[in-house]
């Protein structure tokens, strides 16, 4: 959920666009610190624990996170040695993933008026179309056999789903109700096109 978010945090950014999602943080009780305890030095790159150690950059994962580790020799004379780390070489290591940042300001955003007032429509909104999802559209399990078949799924599932909100929101707001395919089609090729049209001005068309 973590790297959804964080992914889901660059696109919107980048697209200079605001978003409004839940903080996942670990609920898991847990001996060692929790990472929130360690500061982040983006001027340095670097970061620093409780103590008032420095974590070094060493390497960037696969997954792409990129690590900081502690001073091995330092953490071996720590009187709180225990409370930061079980591993035998007595190293603490924290993770950062390169898109972090991205969700950091979409984390500051959810905490304005502004991303309050939106955070708090999610169960109106985002939320009961998961909710229809499960319910309706067999997404309590995956049913399919390889991330493909999937995704496809999904794409197919909520574009539906979105369909379907855009006919009753259109049916809400025509004065004579009679709304009709003709007029929900122009409707969807003219939103298509105002989309296209802005991601060719700003640069970000994939065409």
């Known amino acids: 959920m973590q790297d959804i978010n964080t992914s889901h945090s660059k696109k919107t950014t980048r697209r200079r666009n605001t978003t ?9 009780k847990t001996k060692n610190r929790y990472k929130r305890e360690f500061i982040y030095d983006e001027y340095y790159d670097c970061y620093l624990c409780p103590e008032n150690q420095i974590l070094e950059y060493t390497t960037t994962n696969r997954e ?8 091995k020799e330092i953490c071996k004379k720590c ?9 035998k070489n007595h190293q603490k290591v924290v993770t950062r993933h390169l898109w972090q940042k991205y969700l950091d300001e979409t984390e500051e955003y959810r905490y304005t008026k502004k991303g309050k007032e939106e955070y708090k429509r999610r ?3 985002v ?13 309590r399990y995956t049913n399919m056999i390889g991330l493909a078949k999937m995704e496809m799924k999904a794409a197919l599932t909520f574009a539906c789903i979105n369909m379907k909100k855009l006919a009753i929101l259109l049916y809400k707001l025509d004065p004579n109700k009679d709304l009709t395919l003709n007029k929900l089609t122009t ?7 105002m ?3 802005q991601e060719i001005f700003l640069g970000l068309s994939t065409i």
């Open 79 to 87: 009187p709180n040695l225990k409370r930061c780390t079980q591993s």
């Open 187 to 193: 409707f969807l090729i003219n939103t298509l096109k």
């Open 64 to 71: 792409g996170y990129r690590e900081y580790k502690s001073n």
């Open 20 to 28: 409004s999602i839940p903080l996942h943080s670990t609920k898991k």
């Open 195 to 197: 989309q296209q049209t």
């Open 123 to 125: 169960k109106e909104t």
């Open 127 to 139: 939320e009961r179309q998961f909710g229809s999802a499960k319910e309706f559209h067999g997404f």
